[in-house]
């Protein structure tokens, strides 16, 4: 009778035993199912503009040419369907330890694409890994990251790409417009020579470097002669260019041209010359570079002779492009330029529209 009711009993316990696997098993199977069903409902739900989070992250919003593409830019995110409370802007304060800093938090906080005018040319792969580590799209604007990194975003098929303009352009375009100017002109000392002093942007900079350098390059290789009187960097701001433009004119005091790297410091540099009694536009020339409205302005007075457009209006476009690509998963390119304009007296006016008009044209995405 014992071993009849034990037999009963092991009987029970081995069926309880079995339906508890098939319970358990069955539980992780429907779980398993349950998660591959919301992963692919997931990947099946096409995002829209209005889920989209996107971080833009400003080397200096102080600066002005950055502040005013961004201002582009939010506009133009919000008319193709972005919240503009899903927009977070970051000022890295020209520091590169920061902008990683913000960026990791920003990544961290759940963001879907990342638009970066990066403070440090040099230190961009850094930035680079940390978007591709994370799966987000990035888009680099106006500070163009080195060839070798390009190659690489192209040679690994990375969702990277870069919008701007080649500063090689904006020097040549500068040299072209002091050559119009006519070497007769400019040659007031009649020595056959173009005596000049450099306003250069800020050091490591890879438009410092080619604005600099394509500037001078364009006279040299039109046949003209030319002579650096004094050079320093204004750090695109005026009041540092107003400064370096004083101190160059203390042992420099007749320079022919003034060509600076960027419109503010040529604000500064016009600065300069009209407390040291030159008179701009006649005793000598100043050039800037970008087109901003305050250089525009006195371009049509005749103080500064020219400058070059950076279409920040066309770049924020070509960047709110670039999001949408990304997002809809279609083809984007490494690249995206932007070509320079330049401008004189004769086109400011033109170039003055394109700006004050700029965010009332509207666009199709």
């Known amino acids: 009778m014992r071993r009849k009711l034990f037999e009963v009993l092991t009987v029970s316990v081995l069926i309880t035993a079995l339906l508890a696997g098939c319970s358990e098993k069955n539980i992780e199977e429907t779980e398993a199912e349950a998660a591959a069903s919301v992963a692919s409902s997931a990947e099946e739900k096409e995002m829209t503009p209005a889920d989209m989070r996107v971080g833009v992250f400003i080397y200096k919003l102080s600066d002005t040419y950055m ?6 830019l939010i506009k133009d995110l919000v008319k193709a369907g972005f919240k503009e409370e899903n927009i977070t802007v970051v000022n890295s304060a020209v520091s590169q330890g920061y902008q990683m800093l913000q960026l990791r938090k920003l990544i961290a906080s759940g963001v879907d694409i990342l638009v970066v005018n990066p403070v440090n040319t040099s230190k961009t792969a850094e930035v680079t890994d940390l978007a591709m580590e994370a799966g987000v799209p990035l888009v680099y ?59 250069k942007g800020e050091k490591n900079n890879a438009d410092t470097y080619f604005r600099t350098r394509y500037s001078i390059d364009a006279l040299k290789k039109a046949g ?28 420099n005091p007749s320079p022919e041209v003034i060509i600076c790297n960027n419109d503010m410091m040529a604000i500064g540099a016009l600065e300069a010359v009209s407390k040291s009694g030159l008179v701009a536009g006649d005793d000598v020339y100043i050039i800037g570079a970008d087109a901003f409205e305050v250089a525009l302005e006195k371009i049509l007075e005749g103080k500064i002779v020219g400058t070059v457009f ?47 008009e700029g965010d009332e044209t509207e666009e199709e995405y």
């Open 310 to 356: 950076n279409n920040y209006v066309e770049q924020a476009r070509l960047t709110t492009g670039t999001i949408l690509s990304y997002m809809k998963k279609q083809n984007v390119a490494h690249f995206y330029g932007s070509d320079y304009v330049k401008v004189t007296k004769e086109n400011a006016e033109t170039i003055l529209g394109i700006i004050r």
């Open 224 to 251: 003209w002669n030319v002579e650096k009187l004094a050079e320093g960097n204004g750090n695109w701001d005026k009041n540092v260019a107003e400064y370096v433009v004083t101190e160059a004119l203390k042992e």
């Open 67 to 72: 502040s005013l593409f961004k201002d582009e």
């Open 141 to 199: 604007v106006n500070r163009e990251p080195d060839a070798a990194e390009e190659i690489r975003w192209e040679s690994e098929s990375m969702p990277v790409t870069y919008i701007g303009c080649d500063a090689r352009q904006a020097g040549t375009f500068q040299g072209k417009i002091i050559m119009d100017l006519g070497f007769e002109n400019i040659d007031k000392n009649g020595d056959g020579v173009l005596q000049y002093i450099m306003v």
